[in-house]
Every structure is written in structure tokens, then in C-alpha cells.
């Protein structure tokens, strides 16, 4: 008998695991401690909606994000930004994670599949999340340090888009995975290469594009916004409609009988 290949999930972080964005909560955290100041938040954040806002692959865009995502810790002690990350994790991104998600990840791991982050985060904040999660372990972009601090400088690119599918595959080899019998998830249609490159893509809060692309290839969809915000939005309208149909049906009913 042959033996059985070993077999993981991968997943995306912001929005798919958390609500919202982790540099934005590390960012927020480290500002809040005086690591540095309101024009320096600006910048970052202003560089993480417009990469978000653009929803492109375009090469100028992704190197400003990523010089804005990196620059931002270059300098400081890598030390104490891991014991910030704790501090943050705690504050910020415990309370904002998604249930859902984590009940299907706990799903894999009780199968016996590994569960890894696969984030363009810092990867030293994916670690944090994966360990206190229970996770086998996280991918993230890289920074690089010298002598215990950070240089604000990178190594290897951001992990975002295609990157994320090399990653993967690079994993799967070392790891001995068979991609075609692992899963992915994610929110964003610019992880398209992560989904494609398994054998079981599924979508969480998707994005508009990527919720059309899982429509038509058959993907399964989880949407964990579903139930707050539907029932807020559409709540009204299904009364409405309820109260028309009641109007409606004696109506009818009385034209079938004439």
C-alpha cells in the first residue's frame, strides 16, 4: 500500500482570518508607543490603501507598499517589536479574528493536515498569530535584520500574488506536500495564484472579483459578513417584501376562485 501523501491549508490573513489589515493594527500598536509619529502612520496608511484600492498587479505599486510595510520597523530592536507583536496580538488582532475561519482550520488540523498562514504581513507576526492559534506554522514577507535590529530593507519580495503560489510550491517541495490534494482560502482575487495552485481552492469574504471567479468554477464559498451585515442591509427590504406578498395573496386567491 502506498503511503499517503501529506496534505495542508493554506491561508490568507487580512480579511480572511482577521477583520482588517495586521500591518495596520502593528502599525497602530507601535505608534501608540511612541515608535513613530502621526506622519509617519499617514504615510503607511495612505501607501496600504492605495495598494488595496488598486486591486492590481502593478510592479510600482506593490515595491511602494512594500518599501512602506518594512520601512516602518527599520531601526528598531527586534526585540522589542516581537514583544509589542504580543501586545498587539492581544489588543487588536484577538478581537478581530473570524471564527468561521479558525473552526475550519481547526477542521484540517483534526484530520491531520497542516495549517499554514501565507500572508504579505511580516512573517515574524504571521509566526506570532499561527503559535497562538495553534497553527503548524506562517509564510510572510521577510525583513531583514542585522545585529538585533531591523534595516527597514527586505529580504527576497513581498509576499503577495504570485509570490504567495511560489511560496507554496517551494513548501510543498521541502515538506513533501501534494499540492493537488491541499486546500487554500483567501478574500482577495489578487491570491488567485495561491488558489489556483491546489487542488481545493475555497474563497472567505470575497472580494467582488473573486467571488464571481468562485461562482463560476464551483468554489466553495464561506462568507462570515453574511449574517451581520445582510441582516442589517436587506432586513427592511424582506420585511417590505413579506408585507407585499401578504397583500398580494387573498388577491390572487380571489381571482382564482372567480
Known sequence: MAPTRKRAAFFDVDNTLIRGSTLYFLGRGMYQRGFFSKTDISRFVLANLRFRLTGKENPEEIKRWQDAAIDFIGGHNVKDIAAMGQEVYDEYVSPALWQGTIDIAQTHLSHDEEVWLVTAAPEDMANLIS????????????????????????????????????????????????????????DSHNDLPLLLAVGHPSVINPDAILRIRALREGWPIHDFRRARVLNRLLGPVVSRIAALGALVTPRWGRSKER
Open 131 to 186: 503559535e497562538r492559534l495553534g497553527f503548524t506554522g506562517a509564510l510572510g514577507s521577510k525583513a531583514e535584520s542585522k545585529d538585533g535590529t531591523y534595516t527597514g530593507q527586505m529580504l527576497g519580495n513581498l509576499l503577495h500574488g504570485k509570490e504567495k503560489a511560489i511560496a507554496i510550491k517551494e513548501l510543498a517541495r521541502q515538506h513533501g506536500f501534494d499540492l493537488g490534494d491541499c486546500y487554500a482560502y483567501s
